[in-house]
T-cell receptor
Framework: SQQGEEDPQALSIQEGENATMNCSYK?????LQWYRQNSGRGLVHLIL?????REKHSGRLRVTLDTSKKSSSLLITASRAADTASYFC????????FGTGTSLTVIP | GAVVSQHPSWVICKSGTSVKIECRSL??????MFWYRQFPKQSLMLMAT?????????EQGVEKDKFLINHASLTLSTLTVTSAHPEDSSFYIC?????????????FGPGTRLTVT
C-alpha cells in the first residue's frame, strides 16, 4: 500500500514563481526522499532528509520535515520551464513507499 | 557511483508470452532490490521486495506466480512477467539498496516500459 499522500495533485505556475508541494505519510520513517520524474522517464533523486532533520537545502530546493505531523514539503524557488515534471515523495523505513505525486507545470 | 541499470529499456510482446526484465547494480552490492510498477499518470506501486538468496516478499494483491522474481546475486535481480496480458502493460522500475548503508537509501533504475499486444 502507498504510504504518502501529496498535495496538490497538479500545480501550474509561471516561470520565476515558487512552487510548493506537500507530502503526508502514515507511519514512522528513517528518512524521506523527493524524486522527480519527467513524463515516461525514470526517477531522478532530488534530496533526502533524515528523520532527525527539520530542513534541508539543495540549490533551488528546500525541503522541510515535521515528524510530529508526519508531513514534508518541497519548495522549488525561481521555477523554470525545465522544472516541469511530476514530483514524488518517498518514505523509507524497512520498505520504501511513494506518494501519489504532484504534477508541476511551469509556464514560460 | 550507485548506478542501477535495467534491461531492456522497452519491450513489446504478444499476449501469452513471458518477458524477463533485468535489474543490475553496477558499482555496488545490493542485498535488497525492489520492484515497482507505474501506470500512466500514477505513482509507483511497490510490487515486491527481493533479497539475495531468498524468496521475494510480495505486496498484497501482487500475484507471485505471475510476477516471478529472482535475486540470484548481489548485483542482479530479475522480474519475469509470465503469460503477459495487455493489462500488464506498464512501466516497471527497480531499485537497489546498498548493503553497507544503514540509512535505507535506494538507487533507482531507469525503468522498463512493457507493452503487451
Amino acid at each position: 500500500s502507498q504510504q504518502g499522500e501529496e498535495d496538490p495533485q497538479a500545480l501550474s505556475i509561471q516561470e520565476g514563481e515558487n512552487a510548493t508541494m506537500n507530502c503526508s505519510y502514515k507511519t514512522s520513517i528513517n528518512n524521506l526522499q523527493w524524486y522527480r520524474q519527467n513524463s515516461g522517464r525514470g526517477l531522478v533523486h532530488l534530496i533526502l532528509i533524515r528523520s532527525n532533520e527539520r530542513e534541508k537545502h539543495s540549490g533551488r530546493l528546500r525541503v522541510t520535515l515535521d515528524t510530529s505531523k508526519k508531513s514534508s514539503s518541497l519548495l522549488i524557488t525561481a521555477s523554470r520551464a525545465a522544472d516541469t515534471a511530476s514530483y514524488f515523495c518517498a518514505t523509507a523505513g524497512n520498505q520504501f513507499y511513494f506518494g501519489t505525486g504532484t504534477s508541476l507545470t511551469v509556464i514560460p | 557511483g550507485a548506478v542501477v541499470s535495467q534491461h531492456p529499456s522497452w519491450v513489446i510482446c504478444k499476449s501469452g508470452t513471458s518477458v524477463k526484465i533485468e535489474c543490475r547494480s553496477l558499482d555496488f552490492q545490493a542485498t535488497t532490490m525492489f520492484w515497482y510498477r507505474q501506470f500512466p499518470k500514477q505513482s509507483l506501486m511497490l510490487m515486491a521486495t527481493s533479497n539475495e538468496g531468498s524468496k521475494a516478499t510480495y505486496e498484497q494483491g501482487v500475484e507471485k506466480d505471475k510476477f516471478l522474481i529472482n535475486h540470484a546475486s548481489l548485483t542482479l535481480s530479475t522480474l519475469t512477467v509470465t503469460s503477459a496480458h495487455p493489462e500488464d502493460s506498464s512501466f516497471y522500475i527497480c531499485s537497489a539498496r546498498e548493503t553497507a548503508l544503514s540509512s535505507y537509501e535506494q538507487y533507482f533504475g531507469p525503468g522498463t516500459r512493457l507493452t503487451v499486444t
